[in-house]
């Protein structure tokens, strides 16, 4: 597991973190999360898809913990 959320500057345009929840039913989901630049993500982590600002992803992750990055190859 990752234990610190990845920096941005090691972030892609397409890389996707995969997420899962830390507590209940919602931890046998994965939760992809796609960097689209600017400090935006896009992802299906509440409430459904939707854009996501960096300060609001950092605000999940006490909800949620990254698992892996999986790099856009292309």
Not at 8 to 21: E, P, R, Y
Not at 34 to 49: E, P
């Amino acid at each position: 597991m990752i234990n610190t959320f990845v920096n941005l500057s090691t972030l892609s345009l397409g890389d996707v973190i995969i997420a899962k929840k830390r507590k209940g039913l919602g931890r046998i989901l994965n939760h992809y999360i796609v960097f689209v630049g600017n400090n935006r993500f896009i992802g299906n982590l509440k409430d459904g898809v939707k854009e996501i600002h960096y300060n609001e992803l950092m605000n999940l992750l006490d909800e949620y913990e990254p698992t892996s990055i999986r790099k856009l190859n292309g």
